[in-house]
């Protein structure tokens, strides 16, 4: 450990939920690197901000909403000074001075020092019982005025002041909002969706003028009413501003940082003076200024990763959702959704159920979402809207939700893929928490939010995650898919195969050491994901790690719940000879295998071989030509087909040909999932070749080429992607489309969902349209199956390769 | 415990690999980690006897091929909050050879 003198000084300015975000993600990645000193104006620890509402409404206490208890600094030895306002940088000297005028010094400051409440300048404003809502003392000066007077006006219909409003109403005051235009919330909802939301507040009770411009406060000492610009007046014993807010950068400004609406800062955080950073509301990255609590926290995380001096995430900005934290109104907002010429709306308005959704779409793009009563799709929404999803495919579906585009739920967390973000706020996914919840034994929503921190700040999707806590408890059934690989990195699958290519990595210990894996040698997640982006970025270069393959990749051969393997030879296209069906039943004899059996794929299992006469069998079926069928593999299975024209009385083309050719082309390629496909030679389509991951349907003209079906954990239609007239085109679109798969799908990801993120449109384009991305992809492919085109059972059963594996170590004879 | 057996030498065994032994009818697992250390455990994972010598070997634990079972190959516990417990056998190294003694109440 360092020795304190050696630290270097790392001085935060704000006490508040970005600040001690950064310095909590700090003391994970170099718990020694800083001796912290935290300046908060405030007279608290840090508290979360965003529950003020719930506060002020008599739902939470505010004990309950503390984050950062003072036992916290101490055990982080973070040195906390409350009530100690800083008054100025000195960026000479690289000290800050407190109004006091104690000086102290840093190395690194950071500067998080939120926002500051806009004041109207009307006369009037500094009347007693004229407040802002920002912070605690805000929400003590309005539960006191609460006790002692009945009348409360809240300016502002923005999120927090319908909030405010809600909260004094139950409170016991008659309050009415004051709002400039004519839409609350108008921000973040369209008219319907405000007119909505202002019945179900009337409803309650709150009181509405709008459009309605403030123009005095009234009263004499303290506040006795409010005056319009129209002349009419209202009584009002407490006025409550919320405007908006204004970032706070009087201090940055005066240390001469450069400012413009908010403090400017690059993408690793930094102001101009490369010493100093900055998170949270006072700051202004790529012309955004945010009030949302989400993207303060990813502004968290990528500073401390800057500080703690690993220097490779970036904050490239984020996409806003908001819930609005009134219990019982169910609103979501997320993304752009104001008309305009080129956007398209989609919108469901049921008046009589309380359901309003309008969605706004461009270039099949999600572009914006508005839900009222019923926002359960929300994060679905977010989610597609954020991963720019090509939408064009759903697009029919796509306001009825999730559920309806393919596996059927029970509820909507239920109904939700692991990487679903249930907690918007701090990014937790749903299999973040159902991996917790296993593996921790978390029972409460109080343990998911110490584990996880899901709903531990706004705490809106609580519901969700009593969903997952009722039915997750006790699934083992799946790997749950989360945005890094897995514990061992946080580098996301995306990240991680950017990273090897960008920086010609070319093993796995490299990779693993640049990215600074946490662990040695990785886990049994990562490690088959990193082995298969290194063989797919340098084919011919890359020395395949075995060790790093799952059992059935490493010994080529299926293993079974016994320890026993199971053996399946190609089938060229389905196809099979009485010599091949004889080897495969001296096989079976001379072996004692005691299952044969026909696969979903037209071709024959061999079930229940032991380890050690793998060679053996492989020796034998290759004697008769038999060679490996991959059906152990994230590699291509089968080619499935009908038997086309050579037979059937309807075929238009040679489906088992060509079938045969695609197989002979693509087997041996190593791809992200396994890949499946047919051939059908007419409409009827009795290769079933448009549920598979790649589908030809032949038709008189030509060859129809689908993609991205599933028939399995999923039910989905394969995609039409192009019609072509030669089977040679469909084979080399077929390679390119393949190709794209491997480079861009992340490990484990099936064609359909991929499609899925990728959007059907751009890989249409890269594959059909643009013949020289095609043709170079088709290269690309040509070339990686020079080396993966070596029957690994013939190495093995003939060559000797990976002898240790099918050989005991020893054997031993107890007495 | 019986007498230590030589059963090979220290690079038969892959590094992050695994080989196993035939004990009458049982089998042992035995593990060679990234640090060259070495390891033996009952081949059968406490879950559902999946074979932990097909496992992918990472740090000083094997994840069990049948359903990613964690399993500390020092303690032979598996890691929380997955539950159970492999029976151990001792392994030492001699002039440049594997000697495993057999935990025989422990093994089939």
Known sequence: ?815 | MSAFLDIGGLEDIPRLGARVVNVGAGKIAVFRTADDQYFALDDRCPHRGGPLSQGIVHGRRVTCPLHNFVIALDSGEAVAPDQGCVARHSIKIEDGRLRLAVNQTASA
């Not at chain 1, 749950?480 to 920086?503: G, M, N, Q, W, Y």
């Not at chain 1, 894996?517 to 049994?524: F, I, K, V």
């Open chain 1, 1 to 815: 450990m360092l020795d304190v003198t050696t630290k270097k000084k790392l001085v935060v300015i704000g006490n508040g939920m970005a600040g001690i975000r950064t310095v909590e993600h700090l003391l994970e990645r170099a718990p020694d690197l800083y001796r912290i000193t935290v300046f908060g104006a405030e007279p608290h620890v840090n508290y979360n901000r965003i529950l003020l509402s719930p506060v002020l409404a008599g739902e939470k206490t505010l004990d309950e909403i503390v984050l950062n208890p003072l036992s916290w600094y101490e055990e982080h030895g973070v040195k906390l000074r409350t009530g100690e306002e800083i008054a100025m940088i000195d960026r000479r000297t690289r000290e800050v001075v407190t109004a006091a005028g104690d000086r102290t010094p840093y190395d690194r400051l950071l500067i998080a020092t939120g926002s500051n409440p806009i004041v109207l300048p009307i006369p009037g404003k500094d009347l007693a019982g004229v407040v802002t809502y920002r912070d605690i003392r805000d929400v003590d000066l309005m539960l006191e005025a609460a006790k002692k007077h009945r009348r409360a006006v809240v300016v502002g219909g923005g999120l927090l002041g319908l909030e405010a409003a809600n909260g004094l109403m139950k409170r016991g005051m008659e309050t009415t909002v004051v709002h400039l235009v004519d839409t609350l919330m108008e921000r973040q909802l369209d008219k319907t969706a405000g007119d909505m939301l202002r019945q179900s507040l009337e409803a309650r009770g709150l009181r509405f003028k709008m459009p309605a411009q403030t123009t005095a406060i009234l009263g004499e000492t303290r506040v006795t009413g409010v005056r319009f610009a129209d002349g009419e007046e209202i009584a009002a014993d407490l006025v409550v501003m919320a405007v908006g807010i204004r970032p706070n950068v009087d201090l940055a400004k005066k240390a001469g940082l450069h400012c413009e609406r908010g403090l400017v800062v690059s993408d690793t955080m930094q102001t101009y003076d490369g010493r100093i950073y900055a998170v949270g509301e006072c700051v202004q990255h790529r012309r955004q200024t945010y009030g949302l609590v989400a993207p303060l926290f990813d502004q968290a995380k990528v500073c401390a990763n800057h500080l703690a001096m690993r220097g490779f995430a970036r904050y490239e900005g984020s996409s806003v959702s908001t819930k609005l934290k009134v219990t019982g109104i169910d609103l979501f907002s997320a993304g752009d959704f104001a008309p305009a010429r080129d956007r398209e709306e989609i919108v469901l308005h049921d008046a009589g159920a309380g359901v309003y959704k309008r969605l706004v779409i461009k270039d099949n793009r999600l572009l914006g979402a508005v839900l009222y009563g019923d926002t359960g799709d929300g994060p679905w929404y977010f989610r597609l809207l954020r991963e720019g999803a090509d939408i064009g495919a759903m697009r029919e579906r796509l306001m009825f939700g999730e559920t309806q585009q393919s596996a059927a739920g029970h509820d909507k967390a239920a109904a939700m893929p692991d990487n679903g973000e249930i907690c918007g706020c701090n990014g937790v996914s749903k299999g973040v928490i159902v991996k917790a919840i296993a593996e921790k034994k978390l029972f409460t929503v109080e343990d998911v939010r110490a584990h996880t921190k899901a709903s531990a700040s706004c705490g809106s999707c609580t519901n969700l995650v009593e969903q997952l806590l009722a039915s997750a408890v006790g699934d083992y059934s799946q790997a749950p898919k989360v945005k890094p690989i897995c514990a061992c990195t946080p580098f996301s699958h995306d990240d991680a195969r950017r990273t090897i290519v960008e920086h010609q990595l070319k093993s796995l210990p490299e990779a693993m050491r640049f990215m600074e894996w946490s662990s040695p040698d990785g886990c049994h997640v990562c490690r088959p994901a990193l082995n298969y982006y290194l063989v797919a970025a340098w084919p011919g270069e890359y020395r395949d790690d075995p060790q790093s393959r799952f059992i059935n990749e490493r010994v080529h051969a299926n293993i079974q719940k016994d320890g026993t393997f199971s053996v399946v030879p190609r089938m060229w296209g389905g196809v099979t000879s009485p010599n091949e069906l004889r080897a495969i039943a001296d096989v079976a004899d001379k072996f004692n295998i005691p299952t044969v059996k026909v696969t979903g794929g037209q071709r024959i299992d061999l079930l229940g071989v032991q380890k050690d006469d793998l060679p053996a069998v492989w020796r034998d079926l290759n004697a008769a030509g038999l060679v490996s069928g991959h059906a152990y593999g994230k590699a291509l299975r089968t080619v499935k087909t009908c038997v086309g024209s050579q037979w059937c009385r309807f075929g238009t083309q040679d489906s088992t040909g060509l079938g045969v050719k695609l197989e002979k082309f693509l087997w041996g390629s190593w791809t992200p999932a396994k890949v499946k496909l047919a051939v059908s030679g007419c409409p009827r389509n009795c290769a079933e070749a448009t549920c598979k991951d790649i589908g030809v349907v032949c038709v008189d003209s030509g060859y129809e080429v689908h993609f991205a079906g599933a028939a399995g954990l999923h039910v989905k239609g394969a995609e039409f992607l192009t019609k072509t007239a030669t089977e040679d085109e469909c084979v080399e679109i077929i390679a390119a489309l393949v190709q794209l798969y491997r480079e861009q799908a992340r490990y484990g990801e099936r064609i359909y969902k991929w499609c899925d993120r990728a959007g059907l449109e751009k890989i249409r384009k890269a594959v059909v349209e643009d013949i020289a991305q095609r043709k170079a992809l088709f290269a690309r492919f040509a070339h990686s199956q020079v080396f993966a085109q070596v029957d690994p059972w013939r190495e093995r059963a003939s060559e000797g390769a990976a002898a240790h594996e099918f050989a005991p170590l020893a054997e031993w004879e107890p007495a």
